[in-house]
């Protein structure tokens, strides 16, 4: 009974860790528009959400709800300002490292394998833990598009990218 008892936890741990990661990481609401810091080239910085891209401009939702156009020939660089993952890379690292950690031990073990496996989760969710932390916090760093000095093609390319990510897509 011991070993259907794990084998029914670790099944429904993989399912989890293969399920919660597309669900958690889900986009806001949907037609939500990605969240920009722009700063211009006379220094100036507008935040915004991202409502629409034109061929000439982007169009934003400032804090105070207004829309406002910036003209495209004015922009240095674009800040796509983006959630951290880590919350998500720790509990994704911490159900995979103590699943993996328990196992090892416990397929290793050849007498008193429930401490020795305890030992191994705890050990494995922690390290696990640790790394999914590391990822999750580098998958949700902010993206900087430089603008300023750039081909029309290099240009067209990241407003193409920038057309994704806004509330209204072309």
């Not at 597309?22 to 949907?30: D, E, I, N, W, Y």
């Not at 495209?72 to 300002?81: A, D, E, V």
């Not at 720790?90 to 050849?110: H, I, K, N, P, T």
Request: net charge positive; with cysteine; aromatic share 6%.
């Amino acid at each position: 009974m011991e070993k259907s008892f794990y084998k029914l936890v670790a099944t429904v741990l993989s399912f989890l860790i293969l399920v919660l990661p597309g669900t958690l990481s889900a986009r806001g609401k949907q037609g939500e528009g990605a969240k920009l810091g722009i700063t211009l080239k006379d220094g100036h910085y507008i935040v915004g959400e991202l409502i629409a891209v034109k061929p000439d401009s982007l169009l934003l939702l400032n804090p105070a709800k207004k829309d406002e156009s910036v003209n495209l020939i004015g922009i240095k660089s674009i800040r796509i300002t983006r959630k951290s993952k880590a919350g998500l890379g720790v509990l994704c690292g911490f159900l995979a490292g103590g699943l993996v950690g328990g196992r090892l031990l416990y397929d290793s073990s050849e007498h008193g394998r429930g401490p020795q496996a305890a030992l191994g989760a705890i050990v494995g969710c922690f390290g696990g833990g640790i790394v999914g932390f590391f990822i999750g916090k580098q998958a949700g760093k902010d993206k900087t598009i430089q603008l300023e000095g750039k081909s029309e093609s290099e240009v067209k390319n990241a407003l193409v990218y920038l057309s994704r990510k806004a509330r209204i897509r072309n």
